[in-house]
């Protein structure tokens, strides 16, 4: 991998730090470095700048833990969101994917990752305490459960679902089932099944607004 | 595009200047922001600095031109290499490619693109002035042109033979032809074409110390 010969040692670094990125070989990290040094100094030290900000300068909100850059995050301090439902993600990506669907107006709380006993995750590692706390506290009347359809997942789906089911809160999660677009002949056996088990009525499978 | 709502400006400014690169959209820059956002402060400003120093701290090597941490590269001063034989090309990525086949012993010289006055890149904007001169001052006796077989690299190559053909040196060009392991029928006609007439002596295609 490494027996490639670098004409210097501060080219060597540069693709050594991108080739640790997900998805980038070494290949693609030289043509990436390659075109830095092509660049304007400015311009490479505003990208340089723009990622020790983010990773030095970052703050999670403290109600959901989404990214954020003030104490409570644009949804929570939103008033026109409806703040009787959470929906329980893994990740901040996961959040944004959620919104940019535009059908959800309901607030969010970001777990972190899922429970996951070979990765050395545990519940405690994870933002479950604060959930329970927040649904404890009143005024929701849903959790959605959005996890990964995931072994992990399930577990910590089971784990939330015991945890909460004593508070008095309506527990769902989202529907699996074949993808809007797909043909039923690609779809694997264990999505279809579910998707004919969690069969819905057919006029309420076109209401957007449910 | 931008049409995405990202949680906080510090994140979306990592994301538009990590889609500045080339062939990272905008889906693939988030991915690697938030992998980013995962690692030790101390990995992250490992990552920027390497990519500032590569900017800030990049020498060129006084003869050739290929990036050295020394005046003159670890190439041009390395005395076993046969200092008779030049291989121009147009970037620092050919010469390490070149390198790579470990079948050349001679020099470089790194033009830094190709004449292309569709870009505003003319040959003053190239290392040609010093690539003759070097010519001139004697001891080289072949000078071998690996330019991009592209309009403007077949340009570059006619203005550097008009240049370089009144010295005292054999221009020779790499051979175009079918990639070893390809089959015919996926060969080009161009390409299928020049490598008919540029035809070899069998007995001499297997001889690697030509």
């Given at each position: 991998m490494n027996d490639e010969q670098y004409p210097s040692q501060l080219l060597q670094n540069a693709v050594d730090e991108f080739s640790k990125l997900p998805g980038i070989g070494r290949k693609t990290a030289l043509r990436?470095?390659?075109?830095?040094?092509?660049?304007?100094?400015?311009?490479?030290?505003?990208?340089?700048?723009?990622?020790?900000?983010?990773?030095?300068?970052?703050?999670?909100?403290?109600?959901?833990?989404?990214?954020?850059?003030?104490?409570?995050?644009?949804?929570?301090?939103?008033?026109?969101?409806?703040?009787?439902?959470?929906c329980v993600v893994e990740t901040v990506?996961?959040?944004?994917?959620?919104?940019?669907?535009?059908?959800?107006?309901?607030?969010?709380?970001?777990?972190?990752?899922v429970i996951s006993p070979m990765d050395g995750i545990g519940p405690n590692d994870l933002e479950i305490e604060s959930l329970v706390k927040r649904v404890s506290e009143g005024g929701i009347n849903e959790v959605i459960l959005a996890l990964s359809p995931t072994m992990e997942g399930d577990t910590t789906n089971f784990f939330l679902f015991k945890k909460l089911s004593p508070l008095d809160v309506k527990i769902t999660t989202i529907a699996r089932?074949?993808?809007?677009?797909?043909?039923?002949?690609?779809?694997?056996?264990?999505?279809?099944g579910r998707s004919i088990m969690n069969r819905v009525d057919f006029a309420d499978s076109f209401r957007m607004d449910r």
């Open positions: 990436l470095v390659l075109n830095m040094l092509r660049r304007d100094k400015e311009d490479v030290s505003r990208f340089a700048n723009s990622v020790l900000r983010l990773r030095n300068e970052v703050r999670y909100c403290s109600v959901c833990h989404n990214i954020s850059d003030t104490e409570t995050c644009q949804i929570c301090s939103n008033p026109s969101r409806d703040g009787s439902i959470i990506k996961d959040v944004m994917s959620v919104e940019n669907t535009q059908q959800y107006r309901g607030l969010y709380h970001v777990l972190g990752g089932g074949v993808a809007v677009g797909d043909e039923l002949q690609y779809a694997d056996e264990v999505t279809l």
